[in-house]
């Protein structure tokens, strides 16, 4: 982990992602998916879609990172479960690269819940339930450039 996601810190962060563009985003594939042995078919599904890797990293979140990468949910009722889930075994953290990357791989993934995810996407195929639901996807290029940043040094983005 490199920085805290403190709004605080925000002129650090983004002096250190000058090599995050808005054609990027970030991915983790969570411990469900890794323990079901999805890892290699969602890995497939990311680069058919036309996603370029730029980073990955197979790791283990400790709690202090899943607790920062998730600050912005720090009041939901759920906070306390999803950084156990997150921490509950290893992930996959990759950085990936395509036109238009946060909102296309956002519907490459599919809705939080499972039970709303369209037809052919990878919560549809492989999240077991709204909270452990296979992949993370970020939601706009500035948290794209922030999350990358989080979890990969300068010298790991290619
Ligand atoms: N989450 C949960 N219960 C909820 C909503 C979210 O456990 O009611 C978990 C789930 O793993 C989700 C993550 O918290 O992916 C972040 O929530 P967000 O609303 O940002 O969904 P996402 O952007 O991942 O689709
Ligand atoms: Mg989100």
Redesign the pocket.
């Known amino acids: 982990m490199n920085f805290k996601m403190d709004k605080k810190n925000n002129v650090s962060l983004h002096q250190n992602t000058n090599k995050m563009a808005t054609n990027r985003t970030f991915t983790m594939l969570k411990p469900d998916a890794i323990e079901n042995g999805h890892m290699g078919k969602i890995l497939s599904m990311i680069i058919d879609a036309g996603f370029t890797i730029k980073a990955m990293k197979y790791t283990r979140l400790t709690e202090a990172q899943a607790g920062a990468f998730?600050e912005v949910?720090k009041e939901r009722p759920?906070y306390g479960?999803?950084v156990s889930y997150m921490t509950s075994g290893p992930i996959v953290a990759a950085i990936l690269e395509k036109d238009n990357a946060v909102e296309d791989f956002r519907k490459l993934i599919g809705a939080?819940d499972p039970a709303e995810a369209a037809e052919g996407t990878i919560r549809k195929y492989f999240a077991e339930s709204?909270?452990r639901?296979a992949v993370?996807?970020s939601?706009s290029d500035e948290n794209a450039a922030i999350e990358g940043a989080f979890h990969f040094s300068a010298n790991e983005v290619f």
Do not use: P, R, V
Request: hydrophobic residues 15%.
């Open positions: 998730y949910h759920f479960e999803l939080t709204k909270g639901n993370h996807g939601d």
